[in-house]
């Protein structure tokens, strides 16, 4: 009896993506997919860590204590509370400087009231002051300044808002008036120390936030189209 012989079965052929794939193993690349992919999650461990860092950066500077500035020509508040106000009538009855602008305020607010939110006991003259009531953004607060430091003809001027508020409004009134130094004055609210406070952190986040994107002239063009929209 004939012996049947043994059949021997077949290779199947590999795909041309298999032999690519084969090839890059034996070679140590990786595929594209795979390549893309491990380079997303570089890009993005990267800016995680950038954004860490500039916000360490961001809180360092909001709780660094000022230094009394030096004698200025004049002294710009940025309105939002009382302890601002406070700090900049004080800077100027102690003659730091000659001329204060309070900038952002309603127009249904008078010199009195914010005299009597300050608490003061002795107000300034008020020939020495001057309200404006055109802002209502940082954006707004820096056009409103740099008008009213070109008719006062300022060159130095001392800042006063918030910790957390002043990288925004120096990056703002720098680029409205390259011409001016500016001494930050910060003052801080009393909440901000509180860090157990979920809204103390939602704050800060929100301020660094806005810090970057005015880095990216997002104001500006905020700003703009909100004209176009109004007009």
Known sequence: MAQTPAVTPRRR??????????????????????????????AV?????AWCGGFLWFLR?????????????GIVVLT?????LATAFQMLNQGRAD???????????????????????????????TIGHHAQTTVGNADETSAWVEVHHIRRLIV???????????????????????YPMRVQPVAIYDGARLHVWRLLVSEYTKWLLAQLRFGRVASFLRGIHDA
């Open 13 to 42: 052929r590999r795909t041309a993506r298999q032999k690519s794939d084969a090839a890059r193993q034996k070679s140590g690349r990786l595929p594209p997919r795979r390549l893309g992919a491990r380079l997303l999650a570089l």
């Open 45 to 49: 461990m990267l800016a995680l860590v």
């Open 61 to 73: 500077n909001t709780y660094m204590p000022s230094d009394p500035p030096p004698q200025a020509d």
């Open 80 to 84: 939002g509370g009382e302890d601002r």
């Open 99 to 129: 001329q204060l602008l309070i900038s952002g305020v309603p127009v249904t607010v008078s010199l009195r009231d914010m005299e009597r939110s300050a608490h003061l006991a002795r107000p300034p003259a008020a020939s020495h002051i």
């Open 160 to 182: 006063v808002t918030a910790g957390y508020h002043m990288p925004r409004a120096l990056l703002e009134l720098s680029r409205s008036m390259p011409g001016v130094t500016l």
